[in-house]
């Protein structure tokens, strides 16, 4: 058996090496290193694999989120409302910008989060929900939308998880996440689903005049050389990673579909185990992921360990040279930079209850059944000793 990966970028570089090098030389030999034609033409294939208008790449996931509600005119004591369970990136620009987070918890079952407790953080300070598409599986976003119609709100959508996840609306339309809310932004970090060989993020939108100010943003606030319009940042994807992300989009369909097959291959082996909850999909909200389930591309596979030794377990597993991940250990209201007196334990009991119970498992384009077989065994193992 091959060496176990979390992430098995070699593998997947494998397939596509041919073109990546190419790609890449032709850069290096063009020397548009940024702004080139490869980050046009990116953006033109995203926008079409999206179907959005719009997209504005930028350095990375994090600037994308930041540019996004700078683009938006969100003003200093604005409040954001966003899920105390997801990495702190979502919540380190609105600290940055000076707007007020306000952290709720999530779901239980899916792990995005509550709708309940949107409706209840609304103040009449609130401008914007930012929705996380944990893990790879959409938000309910019909219910996130009718909230912010509302209230006259924003939704900012962090698709840094889920590219290539499909929504289902209620009536039926089948839409990506991402292009849903009035912005949306995700990262190309390597290990995500579509991932570059350093870093890189872009921004999508639908809304004409909203593309056009993030676009001036991005580049030092200028439309034209020297004119600077209003203010930015430096924040552009350059040209070898474009050429990286152009080699791989072509493939991300078939990417996220073998995360799917992984993923309903641990799913049946693990899900009539005593103490262990495995992913679900909205359209199947029982045990298992459905055969013909686009909502979720599965960046993580995330377990529950209910009433067992969660730690043990990562002991266990590391012990036996597979590599597995916590995400997250420590709730956001809890992190030393976000603390504040106005939030409530028994406000967060779902978040509090996860970061004991979740463990990620190695999920990749590259998991063969072998290693699937051998993970899954020794998970079984250590939970019925």
């Not at 912005?183 to 190309?188: A, E, M, R, Y």
């Not at 082996?269 to 199947?284: F, M, Q, V």
């Amino acid at each position: 058996m091959k060496k176990i990966q979390m992430v098995d970028l070699k593998g997947q570089y494998q397939h596509i090496k041919d073109r990546v090098n190419t790609s890449v030389l032709n850069v290096i030999e063009s020397t548009a290193f940024v702004n080139g034609p490869e980050v046009h033409e990116f953006q033109k294939e995203l926008e079409n694999y999206l179907g959005v208008k719009h997209v504005i790449p930028c350095a990375n996931g994090t600037d994308a989120l930041q540019v996004a509600m700078m683009g938006l005119g969100l003003k200093p004591g604005d409040e954001v409302i966003t899920a105390d369970f997801t990495f702190a990136a979502t919540v380190e620009v609105i600290a940055l910008l000076q707007l007020t987070p306000v952290l709720v918890d999530v779901d239980p079952v899916n792990f995005n989060i509550d709708i309940e407790a949107i409706k209840n953080a609304i103040t009449p300070k609130t401008k914007a929900i930012v929705p996380v598409h944990l893990f790879g599986l959409a938000a309910n976003m019909d219910a996130i939308m009718d909230i912010a119609k509302e209230h006259d709100l924003y939704v900012i959508e962090d698709n840094a998880q889920g590219i290539g996840a499909t929504y289902t609306t209620r009536d039926m339309q089948k839409v990506k996440t991402g292009g849903i809310g009035h912005v949306g932004s995700t990262s190309f970090f390597p290990s995500k689903n579509l991932g570059c060989y350093g870093d890189g993020g872009a921004i999508f939108t639908n809304d004409d005049a909203l593309a056009h100010t993030i676009r001036g943003i991005v580049n030092h606030g200028m439309y034209e050389r020297y004119h600077h319009d209003v203010v930015g940042v430096n924040s552009r994807l350059d040209s070898i990673q474009a050429a990286v992300l152009r080699a791989k989009l072509p493939n991300l369909d078939a990417y996220n579909e073998a995360r799917r097959n992984a993923a309903r291959k641990y799913s049946k082996a693990l899900s009539n185990i005593p103490n262990i909850i495995t992913p679900t999909g909205y359209c199947d909200a029982g045990i298992s992921i459905c055969d013909t389930c686009d909502c979720h591309v599965f960046h993580q596979y995330t377990l529950r360990i209910v009433d067992g030794d969660r730690d043990g377990l990562v002991k266990h597993l590391n012990a036996n040279d597979i590599p597995c991940g916590v995400y997250y250990p420590i709730p956001l209201h809890l992190q030393k930079a976000y603390a504040d007196s106005r939030y409530n334990e028994e406000d967060f009991t779902v978040t509090n209850q996860l970061v004991k119970e979740v463990i990620s498992l190695p999920m990749h384009t590259e998991l063969d059944d072998e290693q699937i077989e051998y993970i899954t065994n020794k998970i079984i193992e250590f939970i019925k000793k």
